[in-house]
């Protein structure tokens, strides 16, 4: 995963991570867009899979988000994948003047006025009448024309059931969150898909479970400690979002969302850092010595995820990236074999 950066920086970045043998990266959006840095990225090493992880869609039309994913899908010779979240409302209304409620009614029919947004550049008519968007005029000379390779995959952030299922129904995968430990995964995220899928005869497995995994890695604690702080950060700053208490609950940490919010409400970020235990760690990262990472990763997200993404693998170590891909090229062959 790469957190938004200065465009100039993002040529060797996405070269840095070809190199050391790490199949894609995941482009986060935040003040700078995904799409502009997925582009560079997708010039500057075209051996990677690119996938904006995700891109805020309700403040752009259906068919500009279509516009841009399809060039990038023809850039990348078809290693494009489009990540698309709803934001919050906060977000979306006073910061992006656009509408927001209900979000996940709006995201389903979003990805649908997307995908028929595509046919519509393949030649046939546009023709999407949803509930929040409709698509109805195409002409030749506005449509970008076919591309020698598939549609782009159109996946959507997801946390609670209802999304989930949506998932299933009408996108091609779906971005967990980083805070979706393994029991949580199983609770809900795979028997929701499933239940999509069953909902408009789809194969569940057509539906990728994206899973970004925190990492606490190293040969030694002093080099596992500089993780452990860096994730307790990460993980207070989503544990506060009232929307995601259900998870903390049902993994055995009732409350956590309450007292972390407490601290929030005074500013005191390290208070809300210190909330988050060494068991709140152990349950929602992957804690491994080198040696040890591939085959616990395996071992753990084998049977659920169809991709990983190492959430911190760029943040605040950059050194340690070719460590990564070794690791990345270890699973490759574990889950090959």
């Given at each position: 995963?790469?957190?938004?950066?200065?465009l100039?920086?993002?040529?060797?970045?996405?070269?840095?991570?070809?190199?050391?043998?790490?199949?894609?990266?995941?482009?986060?959006?935040?003040?700078?867009?995904?799409?502009l840095?997925?582009?560079?990225?997708?010039?500057a090493?075209?051996?990677?899979?690119?996938?904006?992880?995700?891109?805020?869609?309700?403040?752009r039309?259906?068919m500009?988000?279509?516009?841009?994913?399809?060039?990038?899908?023809?850039?990348?010779?078809?290693?494009?994948?489009?990540?698309?979240?709803?934001?919050?409302?906060?977000?979306?209304?006073?910061?992006?003047a656009?509408?927001?409620?209900?979000?996940?009614?709006?995201?389903?029919?979003?990805?649908?006025?997307?995908?028929a947004?595509?046919?519509?550049?393949?030649?046939?008519?546009?023709?999407?009448?949803?509930?929040?968007?409709?698509?109805?005029?195409?002409?030749?000379?506005?449509?970008p024309?076919?591309?020698?390779?598939?549609?782009?995959?159109?996946?959507?952030?997801?946390?609670?059931?209802?999304?989930?299922?949506?998932?299933?129904?009408v996108?091609?995968?779906?971005?967990?969150?980083?805070?979706?430990?393994?029991?949580?995964?199983?609770r809900h995220?795979?028997?929701?898909?499933?239940?999509?899928?069953?909902?408009?005869?789809?194969?569940?497995?057509?539906?990728?479970?994206?899973?970004?995994?925190?990492?606490?890695?190293?040969d030694?604690?002093?080099?596992?400690?500089?993780d452990?702080?860096?994730?307790?950060?990460?993980?207070?700053?989503?544990?506060?979002?009232?929307?995601?208490?259900?998870i903390?609950?049902?993994?055995?940490?009732?409350?956590?969302t309450?007292?972390?919010?407490r601290?929030?409400?005074?500013?005191?970020?390290?208070a809300?850092?210190?909330?988050?235990?060494?068991d709140?760690?152990?349950?929602?990262?992957?804690?491994?010595?080198?040696?040890?990472?591939?085959?616990?990763?395996?071992?753990?997200?084998?049977d659920?995820?169809?991709?990983?993404?190492?959430?911190?693998?760029?943040?605040?170590?950059?050194e340690?990236?070719?460590?990564?891909?070794?690791?990345a090229?270890?699973?490759?062959?574990?889950?090959?074999n």
């Amino acid at each position: 995963m790469l957190t938004p950066q200065p465009l100039q920086r993002v040529p060797q970045i996405a070269r840095s991570i070809a190199d050391s043998g790490i199949d894609g990266v995941l482009l986060t959006e935040g003040g700078r867009t995904a799409y502009l840095s997925a582009a560079t990225a997708a010039v500057a090493a075209p051996s990677l899979e690119i996938s904006t992880g995700v891109a805020v869609a309700f403040p752009r039309s259906p068919m500009v988000t279509a516009q841009v994913a399809w060039e990038l899908q023809e850039a990348t010779g078809g290693k494009f994948r489009l990540g698309l979240g709803t934001q919050v409302r906060t977000h979306v209304v006073r910061r992006y003047a656009s509408e927001f409620d209900p979000p996940g009614p709006r995201l389903r029919d979003y990805v649908l006025a997307v995908k028929a947004s595509f046919a519509a550049f393949r030649g046939e008519p546009l023709e999407h009448r949803g509930a929040f968007y409709e698509l109805t005029w195409m002409s030749r000379q506005w449509s970008p024309g076919a591309i020698d390779v598939p549609d782009p995959k159109v996946d959507i952030a997801a946390v609670n059931p209802w999304m989930l299922r949506m998932a299933g129904q009408v996108a091609d995968g779906v971005h967990v969150h980083p805070i979706g430990e393994p029991g949580y995964l199983r609770r809900h995220v795979l028997p929701n898909i499933a239940a999509g899928a069953a909902d408009e005869g789809r194969d569940p497995a057509d539906v990728a479970v994206i899973v970004p995994v925190n990492l606490i890695v190293g040969d030694t604690d002093a080099e596992r400690a500089a993780d452990r702080e860096l994730l307790r950060g990460m993980l207070s700053f989503y544990g506060s979002t009232p929307n995601y208490a259900f998870i903390w609950d049902e993994a055995g940490f009732e409350g956590t969302t309450e007292r972390i919010r407490r601290h929030q409400k005074d500013g005191h970020l390290a208070a809300m850092a210190a909330e988050i235990t060494d068991d709140h760690l152990a349950t929602f990262c992957t804690e491994a010595t080198w040696d040890q990472l591939a085959q616990t990763l395996v071992d753990t997200y084998g049977d659920i995820a169809t991709r990983l993404v190492f959430y911190n693998g760029m943040m605040g170590h950059p050194e340690r990236l070719e460590r990564f891909g070794e690791v990345a090229r270890e699973i490759h062959f574990l889950t090959s074999n």
